[in-house]
């Protein structure tokens, strides 16, 4: 499985912005779609998930309420919908694949892991 995320860029705090990733290759009902972002000097940290069969999404506390994880069938992929941004959400937003689903939020438990897309929130 290949992972493609984009939407990237520089926004205001307060902004929305909308990530999407592509996968290529099947992914399976038992699998699921995350997003993790690093920023500098810090490690990298889950985001939000989706298990691709049921959907069932989870959030990290600190973006519950303002970002939303979806399914895009016709792109194979997911979106993120990241709403009143701020500037600590400022970071590479990567997306990675677990294949099958393992009910664990660490990025050692990934099997597949695209590039990353930059988010820049301005104050």
């Known amino acids: 499985v290949q992972l493609q995320a984009s939407g990237g860029g520089l926004v205001q705090a307060g902004d929305s912005l909308n990530l999407s990733c592509e996968a290529s290759g099947r992914l399976y009902s038992s699998s699921a779609m995350y997003w993790f972002r690093q920023a500098p000097g810090k490690e990298r940290e889950f985001v939000a998930a989706?298990?691709?069969?049921?959907?069932?999404?989870y959030y990290a506390d600190s973006v519950k309420g303002r970002f939303t994880i979806s399914k895009d069938s016709a792109k194979n992929g997911v979106q993120l919908r990241m709403n009143s941004l701020k500037p600590d959400d400022t970071a590479i937003y990567l997306c990675?694949?677990?294949?099958?689903?393992?009910?664990?939020?660490?990025?050692?438990?990934?099997?597949?892991w695209g590039k990353g897309t930059l988010v820049t929130v301005s104050s």
């Open positions: 989706i298990k691709w069969g049921v959907q069932t999404t």
């Open positions: 990675a694949v677990a294949r099958p689903w393992s009910g664990n939020f660490a990025p050692t438990s990934m099997n597949y």
